[in-house]
């Protein structure tokens, strides 16, 4: 990914994450027709989460950021409007921003890893954002 961490170039992605319209994706979330709708505050609050999972994956292009359930949840609904996830990738990240969804339970060094990548994760949250991400390691299957 096409990315540097000047301050610069963090304002202009955050003007480029601005311009996006997730609001199909908030209405997929509240209107779907499952029996998983979820309720306008939380579509809206994983919704700026998945915007500040954006931020972290722009910033830190080398590292795996695992997301919560939610905010994969929120990823799994963009990448279902292929034309619309392929534009935005390309807007902020300047390439398609791929989701490995797999994850091998039996294997214990890819559990361990998922777990050092997850309170890595926390940690750069937590210094971005001064919250901790919610969620555990072991409901958040996919990685950037």
Request: proline residues 4%; aromatic residues 14%; negative net charge.
């Amino acid at each position: 990914m096409k990315t540097t961490d000047s301050k610069q170039n963090l304002m202009e992605f955050a003007q480029r994450l601005d311009s996006i319209d997730f609001g199909p994706i908030a209405y997929k979330l509240i209107h779907t027709e499952e029996a998983q709708a979820w309720s306008y505050e939380k579509a809206k609050g994983a919704i700026a989460q998945y915007r500040q999972f954006l931020c972290l994956v722009y910033l830190y292009p080398n590292k795996q950021i695992i997301p919560s359930r939610e905010v994969d949840d929120v990823w799994h609904t963009h990448i279902l409007d292929t034309a619309k996830y392929r534009e935005d990738c390309d807007l902020l990240f300047g390439d398609y921003l791929d989701h490995w969804p797999y994850l091998d339970r039996s294997n214990p060094e890819e559990q361990l890893a998922l777990e050092d990548a997850f309170a890595e994760t926390q940690r750069l949250w937590a210094q971005h954002f001064n919250v901790y991400q919610y969620g555990t390691p072991e409901k958040n299957e996919g990685k950037s």
